[in-house]
């Protein structure tokens, strides 16, 4: 692909319109390196079945090949009927020259064993990751004499050394097992990138690591485009309780792209008001993204609700799905007596979550010329009373529905104990295919019935690519549906499809 189309290939200015290009990341040999011992710092609440975990993956990238890149699929069925007896299907391993190597579907460690092939590049990247990570100079040298890119890019991802007989040689450093989660590593604003800054060390590496991705693969020659999130510069005087509250991060999980002027930002356990701050200032100092109005939602702080889109996505230009905890609608109808009393008797400590959303709006004015330090705060409170009016607004506002036909899916159908339930198991958390299809897990079965109530189909994906082999549907025959991955270990990992994906093209609204 040259410059010029791959620049072209990135654009995204709705969270459903229909997806053409998207960037991946395999479930790798690091996630099977968690250990109960570094759950909290590495971000898991559980071990995980990595085999099992892949082949769940597995059907997950058919279903995004036949809706993005059908070309590449008699070659993933054929490499699947002769391998019908391995853990994982060569074709489906970014690190195997048998990769399916779609340039719609592409995958993180692939980009990277790309980049690695340029020998100055590798030399920086191997710098730069033992730089930051704290290796000494004979692990860095190590490095340096691994001339196998695609070796290489497994090593900088999982952290292992193995081998020649594939068994392990030694742990450079730690393994980055959220990298599945590509979502949080940035985000499309039109045809800008946004490059987050995570908020735990966990996932510093991912950051790094993509910045050489998106600097010398996605937006070489044009990285005019990206936009970066640091520290303030006199972060470094702060001391270490001062930086805990100044801290300076943002994920790809608490932003959306939601419609083409419009971007929200999530306020968050991962997302910190400082960097919600520096996002405004600096798309409205740019001209180019195209963003005229950013509304900022501050959610708060657990684990459970780790981003704004593990409370609520967009599944069509009518219909969101919502975690009701987060609605002021549904809080004040389950505040009654009887309700209170029923959470009371399970957690003396219940407070409605609802009561703690704020939602701010910042419009760039049109007539003057953007004004650091100038507040752009325009108050929304009359026509915005929580989460549940804001998604309606943006539905009446941004894609011209009428307010009576807006619809909104809770998590759980809106039933205790089903709702939190099945939040934590990502029922919120939806990829757009296309405006009304929609990707989730198998396991939130009292979702599904809120989705039937509004007319929409749910079909497992197993069941769906069997009907797309057997030429009984096409990709675009299937409408207003909800598409469910096998989710026994990949909702372990604590994140949906959407989190599984960051989309890089979509078809405009």
């Known amino acids: 692909m040259t410059f010029m189309q791959q620049t072209s290939s990135i654009n995204v200015s709705s969270e459903i319109g229909t997806l053409k290009r998207l960037l991946i990341h395999s479930p790798d040999g690091g996630i099977g390196k968690v250990v109960p011992g570094k759950f909290k710092e590495w971000l898991y609440d559980d071990t995980v079945h990595l085999a099992q975990m892949r082949r769940e993956y597995n059907e997950y990238i058919k279903l995004l090949l036949y809706f993005l890149d059908p070309e590449k699929i008699p070659y993933i069925l054929e490499c699947e009927k002769k391998q019908v007896n391995q853990k994982q299907a060569d074709c489906f391993k970014p690190d195997n020259p048998a990769y399916f190597n779609s340039d719609k579907v592409l995958e993180t460690q692939f980009l990277l064993t790309q980049i690695l092939k340029n020998e100055a590049l590798r030399q920086r990247i191997i710098s730069g990751v033992c730089a930051w990570e704290g290796c000494s100079f004979a692990t860095e040298r190590t490095l340096q004499t691994i001339t196998d890119a695609a070796e290489l890019a497994k090593v900088l991802i999982t952290g292992v050394l193995h081998n020649k007989d594939k068994s392990i040689k030694e742990f450079v450093f730690a393994p980055v097992p959220n990298f599945i989660f590509t979502r949080d590593i940035g985000i499309t604003i039109n045809d800008h990138l946004l490059l987050s800054n995570a908020a735990t060390a966990a996932r510093e590496r991912e950051n790094l690591l993509m910045k050489f991705i998106s600097f010398y693969y996605l937006f070489e020659g044009n990285e005019d485009k990206l936009i970066e999130i640091s520290e303030s510069s006199d972060f470094f005087l702060l001391d270490e309780n001062e930086q805990k509250d100044f801290k300076t991060s943002v994920e790809g999980g608490d932003v959306m792209m939601i419609a ?28 180019k993204t195209g963003i005229e109005k950013i509304t900022v939602i501050k959610i708060p702080h657990h684990r459970a609700v780790m981003h704004i889109d593990t409370v609520f996505t967009h599944v069509r230009k009518d219909t969101w799905v919502l975690f009701g905890k987060f609605s002021e609608r549904v809080g004040q109808e389950r505040n009654d007596k009887q309700f209170a009393y029923y959470r009371y008797l399970l957690d003396k400590d219940y ?6 959303i704020e939602i701010f709006r910042f419009y ?3 007539a003057e010329t953007y004004q650091p330090g100038k507040d752009y705060l325009t108050d929304i409170s009359d026509k915005v009373k929580g989460l549940e009016s804001l998604l309606r607004s943006i539905s009446i506002e941004d894609f011209g529905i009428a307010e009576s036909d807006v619809k909104i899916i809770y998590s759980g159908n809106n039933v205790f104990p089903h709702d939190e339930r099945e939040q934590w198991t990502d029922s919120c958390n939806l990829l757009a295919l296309k405006n009304g299809v929609v990707v989730g897990y198998d396991r939130n079965e009292e979702t599904f019935k809120g989705f039937m109530a509004n007319g929409f189909t749910v079909i497992k994906v197993g069941e769906l690519l069997k009907k797309f082999e057997n030429n009984e549907l096409t990709p675009a025959e299937v409408k207003d549906t909800l598409i469910v991955l096998p989710s026994a270990e990949l909702s372990r990992a604590r994140g949906g499809a959407h989190c599984m994906s960051m989309p890089l093209l979509r078809e405009k609204i």
Not at 263 to 276: D, F, M, N, Q
Not at 351 to 356: K, T
């Open 364 to 366: 760039k004015p049109i």
């Open 260 to 287: 083409p002027n419009h971007l929200l930002i999530g306020v968050s356990e991962r997302t910190t008001p400082s960097a919600a701050d520096e996002v405004i200032h600096k798309i409205f100092a740019n001209n």
């Open 351 to 356: 407070v409605p979550e609802h009561e703690s």
